[in-house]
């Protein structure tokens, strides 16, 4: 019954490929609404929010100019600011000294008021390092906002975009349309950056498309441009490649940003809401915040007043600024800071990986074994999640690995419940006509020592049959087959009471094996106390007999000790759990001799020996055996217990 070693360890990582497989594919279908990835989504904020170090104090090198309540307070309605307050605003940070300004807001060309366009062009162009937002959207044929098949008229699309190999160009999050078309105010800006948000399935901002393509050009984002406005960058010192967009300064050492295949960059979140400097807006333009604050400070503008409809839900709380993401990937670009996701291949390889160790794990291990590694895996995998995140900044999943485990839990200890119900069902069939139902339950319990492919075990046969033939009497048939049921279920009781295993029948004949297929201690005792108690009992089968016309039945028994073969033996449609062997054909040359020498219940010199005290024997002669040896034989008077 054993599985050997290699098949048990062949089917455990079957198992795991199967079940590594099976959750990758779940995973890749988004299936059960996609709750293995919200979940991995859920835990990997949860361990941002565990293992991100905010800083001690404000970050002051970024500043983030608010629209905020106290500005629409102050200055009226969004809708209704003159554009006059945007180029008062940036010739404030010019005359501070503002190393970079981006605007994250979305301007129209005035109709009405075309002189003051004019003044925030002019100032735009005067600061010389302002960085304006587009947006990349899709078209709204109900809001006749139709796909548009090049940028704007007169939009300098050179200037704005980036080279990117094919292999990743056509990989990108693509659009249908450019916003805003107001080119002269964007062509005065140093550079455009998309402003572009990509929220995952349940709504959290974990990732920004770092690049996006429309009209087979590409777009860096916002905060890119920002970065490389900043630090004096040209297009030449940018090189994008699959997995990562490569920045090579001229003084100063190289900046690697890991993209994926969309080429959408995890951000780093450096803390909640105002981790960075805020200052009203209002504040600016009324002069309440003195130019020279803004010296060597990049400064972005935007709106966390909740009317204006720009924010977001992000891995720290729920409603969260869109400007101040901007600002996030823009301070982990300045402090080379990232965060790492594996590629799909390699979750892909890592699933099928974790499938095999629990497959092996759980083939080799008891349930409640089973049960404490799987614990202990889950805690392993969730510990090196948070020290992988923590530590060299990489997103390894946790919950496809612990539901593969749990899947492969799940697969091997049904599989083996079902192997182990099927193999007591068989053993309880096959055995509840040979052994005691006691034996049966012991059986049941270790199924696994038993071998019905075979085994060599040392037993003690016992062989016994009826010394007068019936049928020498000229009895009626019925009577026959009536006595001998009789006398064969009398004898099978009193042989199994005393944890004997039915061999066979043979006519009168009925054999019987004592130490297989489970250890009863001293099988030879135990044989000779079975043959004493079927000689008592037939003194009480015997007027039951004689009823039926069998009068003064008679039996010979022999038992002889030894190895024998025992298996289920037979064919493909007849088998029996039986022995053969030496000691099996010695039994049966045994059993005659009580005739010869009047005896009832014959041993042999092996079977004597290992009951030694426990019996009272007498001996009976001295037989030359085949190869020229004597072999003594006894006979078993009584048990001497």
Same mark, same amino acid.
């Given at each position: ?11 455990? &990582? ?5 079940? #590594? ?17 919200? *979940? ?23 500043? &983030? ?10 200055? #009226? ?28 807001? !979305? ?10 366009? +004019?003044?925030? &062009? ?62 002269? /105010? ?66 100063? +050492? ?84 990232? &965060? ?47 020290? *992988? ?6 997103? *390894? ?54 071998? !019905? ?9 016992? !062989? ?6 019936? =049928? ?18 009398? *004898? ?26 489970? =250890? ?11 043959? !004493? ?15 039926? #016309? ?12 030894? +190895? ?38 014959? /041993? ?8 030694? =005290? ?28």
């Amino acid at each position: 019954m054993a599985i050997r070693p290699l098949g048990k360890t062949t089917s455990g &990582i079957l198992t795991g490929l199967l079940t #590594g497989f099976i959750i990758w594919l779940v995973q890749q279908l988004g299936l059960f609404g996609g709750l293995l990835e919200n *979940m991995e989504s859920a835990s990997y904020d949860w361990r941002i929010r565990q293992t991100t170090e905010v800083p001690a104090n404000i970050v002051e090198d970024i500043v &983030i100019v608010d629209i905020d309540g106290r500005s629409l307070n102050k200055l #009226g309605a969004f809708s209704q600011w003159p554009r006059t307050h945007w180029a008062k605003a940036l010739e404030v940070l010019r005359e501070g000294g503002a190393k970079a300004v981006g605007l994250d807001v !979305l301007f129209d060309e005035s109709r009405r008021f075309p002189e003051e366009d +004019q003044q925030f &062009i002019d100032a735009t162009r005067r600061h010389g390092a302002v960085v304006h937002a587009i947006v990349l959207t899709g078209a709204d044929d109900d809001n006749y906002l139709y796909p548009m098949s090049r940028e704007p008229d007169g939009f300098q699309t050179s200037r704005f975009t980036t080279e990117t190999p094919d292999v990743l160009k056509y990989h990108l999050n693509s659009f249908e349309r450019l916003e805003p078309a107001f080119t002269d /105010l964007l062509n005065a800006a140093r550079r455009v950056g998309t402003v572009n948000l990509a929220p995952d399935r349940d709504g959290v901002s974990r990732k920004i498309p770092m690049l996006s393509r429309f009209n087979e050009h590409v777009y860096p984002t916002f905060a890119l441009s920002i970065f490389l406005n900043k630090m004096g960058l040209r297009d030449s010192d940018i090189t994008v490649h699959p997995g990562r967009i490569e920045i090579q300064p001229r003084d100063g +050492q190289a900046l690697f940003i890991p993209i994926d295949d969309a080429g959408q960059m995890l951000v780093y979140y450096h803390g909640p809401f105002k981790t960075f400097r805020y200052i009203s807006f209002s504040s600016l333009i009324l002069g309440e915040t003195r130019p020279e604050f803004f010296q060597d400070k990049v400064v972005i503008f935007g709106a966390s007043a909740p009317g204006l409809n720009d924010l977001r839900e992000i891995p720290w709380q729920a409603s969260y600024p869109g400007v101040e993401i901007h600002a996030n990937v823009l301070y982990q670009l300045m402090n080379d800071r990232f &965060i790492h996701e594996w590629s799909g291949l390699q979750k892909f390889f890592y699933l099928l990986l974790y499938g095999i160790i629990s497959g092996i794990v759980f083939t080799f291990l008891r349930p409640y074994g089973g049960m404490i590694a799987g614990i202990v895996m889950s805690l392993l995998t969730i510990a090196a999640g948070f020290i *992988m995140l923590a530590g060299p900044g990489v997103w *390894m999943p946790i919950v496809a690995p612990i539901a593969t485990m749990a899947l492969t839990f799940m697969v091997r200890y049904t599989s083996r419940y079902s192997a182990t119900a099927r193999t007591r069902r068989n053993i309880r069939t096959l055995f509840s006509s040979h052994i005691s139902p006691p034996m049966v339950s012991d059986l049941l319990r270790k199924p696994e020592r038993l071998k !019905l492919d075979g085994e060599r075990r040392n037993t003690t046969i016992l !062989l016994a049959a009826w010394a007068n033939d019936p =049928d020498e009497q000229n009895l009626d048939p019925k009577k026959t087959v009536s006595a001998l049921n009789d006398y064969l279920t009398t *004898m099978s009781k009193t042989i199994l009471l005393n944890k004997g295993t039915l061999d066979h029948y043979q006519g009168s004949r009925i054999q019987a094996v004592f130490g297989a297929p489970l =250890d009863i201690g001293n099988h030879a005792v135990a044989a000779c106390r079975a043959a !004493l108690a079927m000689k008592a009992e037939l003194a009480r089968v015997n007027p039951r007999l004689q009823k039926k #016309g069998i009068t003064d039945l008679q039996q010979f028994i022999a038992i002889c000790s030894g +190895q024998v073969t025992i298996g289920n033996l037979g064919s493909d449609m007849l088998f029996c759990y039986s022995a053969y062997g030496e000691t099996v054909d010695r039994v049966k040359e045994f059993l005659p001799l009580n005739e010869t020498y009047k005896t009832g219940i014959l /041993l042999d010199e092996k079977t004597t020996a290992l009951a030694a =005290d426990g019996i009272v024997v007498r001996e009976v002669d001295v037989l030359k055996t085949d190869d020229g040896g004597d072999e003594r034989i006894f006979e078993l008077l009584e048990m001497s217990e």
